[in-house]
């Protein structure tokens, strides 16, 4: 679950950090004391900087097309989609961040953790940045998007025409021609 960045209160991060510290015990050996990746050995503020890297790298390829919504001002308006990518990706920045210890990060682990997000052509996270994929809680104003999509039809109103907000002159002409026809 999204959260308020601990050093600067007016950003928020994707993800959690509990998330992350479990998904890394699943792959760390037992140490010490029966714990995993404990905060000795991956400390909180790691986490947090995976966290908060992981967010900006998803923030700069969404933030185009829904540019009127991020980044966002309250965790609760943080879409589910976007929790469980930084999740992810901060693990993988994680693992990165232990491999001294643990060893490099196979190429299995950097596919399910970063590659599926960001490798293009079919990266989701390049896939959303091209308009291909939306993300279901956010919508995009971008101009383009906000058009007719259907060819040969006359869109209802004339929005273009800031005198009159009436129906557009073509549509008219079409609904005459289909009660003549």
């Known amino acids: 679950m999204a959260f308020l960045n601990p050093s600067d209160s007016s950003e928020v991060l994707y993800g959690a950090s509990g998330d ?34 992981s967010t900006r790298l998803i923030n700069g390829f969404i933030e185009p097309v829904y540019a009127d919504q991020i980044p966002f001002t309250a965790s609760g308006d943080v879409p589910r989609l976007l929790d469980e990518i930084s999740s ?5 920045y994680s693992l990165r ?3 001294a210890r643990v ?27 091209k308009r291909e994929i939306q993300i279901p809680e956010l919508t995009s ?13 006359a869109p209802v ?12 002159p073509d549509l ?9 026809g």
Do not use: M
Not at 109 to 127: F, M
Not at 157 to 168: C, Y
């Open 172 to 180: 008219l002409g079409e609904i005459g021609d289909e009660r003549a």
């Open 141 to 153: 104003h971008d101009a383009k998007e906000a058009k007719a999509i259907r060819a040969g039809h």
């Open 88 to 92: 992810d990706i901060a693990t993988f």
């Open 103 to 129: 060893g490099p990060v196979s190429d299995e682990k950097r596919r399910d953790y970063y590659d599926q997000y960001v490798d293009p052509p079919d990266g989701i996270l390049v896939r959303i940045s």
């Open 20 to 53: 992350v510290r479990n998904e890394l015990n699943a792959y760390l050996p037992v140490s010490t004391g029966g714990h995993y990746a404990d905060e000795n050995e991956l400390p909180g503020s790691l986490v947090i900087s995976a966290l908060r890297r």
């Open 157 to 168: 109103f004339d929005l273009d025409d800031e005198a009159s907000q009436g129906p557009h």
């Open 97 to 99: 961040s232990l491999s």
